[in-house]
């Protein structure tokens, strides 16, 4: 136990200025209050008169303060098992593992205070921009699992019909392909945290550990499917549904899912790590186009009146890739801002359980990525084809990350 | 106090085979390769622009200045978006890079001076050499290794 703090009087027990401070707290006022009121009321014996209401009376508040405090205490016994304060551990001569617990549990004050300091505002933004991505990312993951899934299964049922098998294969390579795409993403999307997390230096000590948990999965499922796509390469070519392959798509597509389950572990940790940093979030600042823009200015050389050259009409920042807008600030930190306008658009991916005429989809304004399979038998029904769709008014950008 | 100030955070990057840092300081970020529009009378190792967010910046090949050929499209080739600093300006600008690979941090005083190699070559544009894994990467100093962009990106924006 600390000696500089009481169960009674929280803080340090010398000054008496710290004591007055205690009485503050109507739990500790209450017993205060009642045992002084216990002396009353025994100084009333003393006196004829109302000596016994008066004792009766501080013997109850007395007790309705003891359980006060008793209740006080117990919080004050877990404030002092708890590391003592948020500052003294992000001094970091503590090992960086035992900081992601401590730094939102209690943030005092202080911290507070420094959370006004520009850098901050980066791994908040960040956390609040990165985490939904990675759960799309994720959720996009666990969806195509299972289309993955039931599609193995159809190629271990049906080895009598070739096309059928022919087909399957085909599909599973192109889940696949986009798994391999989705965890590029995913690595890309955690190398970026993790420079967040160094620019913010010690505040960004644990979200640093998440970003890099993060990151070793994504490289660890990147290498899953990539040998989960050279076994359906050699499906392919070796022509025909060797139970081998099938068994080896199988453990791949274990892995891949159990990887994607420990991902969304890490995320929701990067939820707890950062939600009460993310509660002082700065105000939104949107780009301000005019400063790169001077920049790619100057770069045209040749241009011969740059004022002429104007951007035209309002710059809107675009769902691309991290869908995060790095500006300056009038401060001078940076800050990264995030808004609703660069959040990234939730991807509507549907695994359709009722088979969709392609005509109707080719005439709906969606746009059709995986298209799906020659219908074959009946079982094929059960399992329809992936329909990726992305929505309406897209960016490029997205649409290049979608195709395969 | 004392581990953190001697600690430098580089993220490393590959250009052809060799691993090359930036400090993350000076990173903002790393986004994919999107389309370059190239821009004409341009020295070549400026690529172009590109529309970052609504924001435009312009590319530079590092691979192309260290006279290693023009880089190529590839899966891992992405772009670095670092801030560099000429005439007490602050200029974003994008550098395309074969690969990302890390974020790390290594102790300032691991990092090995650039080496001598006598004064007709300059080594000045490199600020350390750094190792890290069993491997070792340049540590580039952002504002000597675009020195030439100097008089591309000031040119103007001073007048």
Redesign the interface.
């Known amino acids: 136990v600390s000696p500089s703090r009481h169960p009674l009087f929280g803080e340090a027990t010398t000054t008496s200025a710290r004591i007055v401070a205690q009485f503050r707290d109507w739990k500790k006022g209450l017993l205060w209050f009642g045992g002084a009121w216990l002396l009353a009321g025994l100084y009333g014996l003393v006196l004829p008169v109302t000596s016994f209401w008066l004792l009766a009376l501080g013997l109850l508040l007395l007790v309705i303060g003891v359980f006060a405090i008793a209740d006080v205490s117990s919080g004050a016994i877990e404030t002092l098992t708890r590391p003592p304060s948020a500052p003294s551990n992000l ?3 503590q090992p960086a593992k035992a900081l992601p617990r401590t730094i939102d549990q209690n943030i005092p004050e202080a911290h507070l205070e420094r959370l006004q300091e520009p850098n901050v505002t980066t791994v908040t933004a960040v956390t609040c921009d990165i985490r939904p991505e990675l759960n799309t990312l994720v959720q996009r993951g666990l969806t195509l699992k299972g289309t993955l899934d039931t599609a193995i299964s159809t190629l271990a049922n049906d080895k009598e019909r070739k096309v059928a098998i022919q087909a399957e294969r085909e599909r599973i390579g192109k889940v696949l392909r986009v798994l391999e795409q989705m965890s ?1 993403r995913l690595e ?1 999307v955690a ?2 945290a ?3 997390a ?2 913010a ?2 505040y960004g000590l644990g979200f640093a550990i998440v970003a890099n948990e993060v990151r070793t999965i994504a490289e660890k499922l990147r290498e899953n499917v990539a040998s989960a796509l050279k076994s359906v390469e050699l499906a392919v070519s070796s022509g025909d549904a060797d139970e081998r392959i099938v068994t080896a798509l199988r453990a791949s597509t274990e892995s891949v899912s159990e990887l994607l389950r420990q991902m969304d572990a890490s995320i929701s940790k990067l939820n707890e790590n950062d939600v009460s940093v993310a509660k002082t979030d700065s105000p939104h600042v949107y ?1 301000n ?1 005019k ?13 011969p009146k ?1 004022a002429s050259r104007k951007p035209t009409g309002p ?4 769902p ?7 500006v ?1 600030n009038p401060a001078g930190g ?1 800050t990264v801002s995030l808004g609703p306008s ?1 959040l990234p658009k939730p991807f509507a991916f549907d695994v359709a359980k009722t088979r969709v005429p392609s005509s109707s989809v080719s005439a709906s304004k969606t746009k059709v990525c995986a298209t799906a399979p020659v219908e074959t038998n009946e079982k094929a029904e059960k399992t329809e084809a992936p329909v990726t769709r992305l929505e309406g008014g897209r960016d490029a ?1 997205d649409a290049k ?1 979608e195709r395969f | ?1 004392s ?2 100030a001697n600690e430098r ?1 580089f ?1 490393t990057f590959r250009i052809a085979e060799e691993l090359y840092a930036f400090d ?2 000076k ?6 390769l ?1 389309p370059i529009t190239p ?4 020295p070549a190792w ?1 690529r172009g ?1 590109v529309n ?7 590319v530079l090949d590092l691979r192309q200045k260290f006279g290693l050929g023009r880089t190529e499209t590839k ?1 891992d080739t ?1 772009i670095i ?1 670092v801030d560099i600093t000429f005439a007490e300006q ?4 994008g550098v395309l890079a074969d690969a ?1 690979r ?2 790390f ?1 290594i102790s300032s005083d691991s990092i090995e001076p650039p080496p001598k190699l006598g004064e007709t070559i300059s080594t000045d544009f490199i600020e350390g050499i750094g190792n890290h894994a069993d491997k070792f990467f340049l540590i580039l100093d952002e504002q000597r290794v675009f020195a030439g962009a100097e008089r ?6 001073g ?1």
């Open positions: 001094d970091a001569t590029r890309m190398l970026n993790a420079i967040e160094a620019r230096k010690e780009p186009p400063e790169p823009l001077r920049v790619a200015k100057s770069a045209l050389i040749s241009t740059p710059q809107v920042p675009s691309v890739g991290l869908s995060r807008a790095v300056r940076v660069v950008e990350f | 106090m581990t953190i955070h993220l993350v300081a990173t903002r970020e790393i986004v994919d999107t821009v004409p009378n341009m400026i622009i970052l967010r609504g924001a435009v910046l312009p899966p992405c978006i602050t200029h974003t600008i990302v890390d974020v941090a591309v990106l000031t040119t103007e924006a007048e």
